[in-house]
């Protein structure tokens, strides 16, 4: 049986997630904890930087429409996804500004609308996230390139416009409504 994307992210809707270039990023709990939490949130989070992306993720179907959308711009549509989650309250206490009006640039107009920007003062901010995060026994999940090459079907029977051949994507239609 097929994990949900709930319990891939341990936790539950909505929650915001960050894509890592790959899933080892985010260390391993074997790790010494204080240096893995800087190395994760290095690795995450380029220090020279304090406005990043993420995703704000209130149901399966969202999850489907960011992965897709991000994959759209990678060589395959079924590219595995790797993802970090996080919970708005770890934001907010890490004193992360969560930028709402910041939409997204993939060829995905719903995937767009899940997007914000966070911002923190500096690297520090950041780092009480990620910790938060691992504290939290949170792990990165991924979608593998089967689930991925599920997802896109069903993304494409649905019309979503990061295919050549989709011309009136549902999701515009229904306002987010339920894909199924």
């Not at 960011?66 to 993802?83: G, K």
């Not at 599920?150 to 494409?156: I, K, N, S, W």
């Amino acid at each position: 049986m097929e994990s949900s994307p709930e319990e891939l992210a341990g936790l539950k809707y909505p929650f915001y997630v960050r894509k890592l270039d790959k899933r080892s990023r985010w260390g391993h709990k074997t790790d010494e904890i204080e240096e893995r939490k800087r190395s994760v949130c290095k690795a995450i989070f380029d220090p020279a930087k304090t406005l990043f992306s993420l995703y704000q993720i209130h149901s399966d179907e969202d999850l489907k429409r960011v992965t897709i959308a991000l994959n759209a711009s990678r060589e395959r549509l079924n590219d595995q996804v790797d993802y970090v989650a996080f919970k708005a309250s770890e934001i907010n206490f890490a004193d992360i500004n969560i930028i709402e009006e910041s939409p997204g640039e993939t060829d995905c107009v719903a995937a767009n609308n899940l997007h914000v920007d966070v911002e923190g003062a500096n690297g520090l901010r950041f780092l009480a996230l990620c910790s938060a995060a691992i504290d939290a026994n949170r792990e990165a999940f991924r979608i593998t390139r089967s689930n991925a090459k599920r997802m896109a079907e069903e993304m494409r029977n649905y019309g979503c416009l990061v295919f050549a051949e989709g011309t009136s994507c549902k999701c515009q239609q229904s306002s987010f409504g339920d894909m199924k």
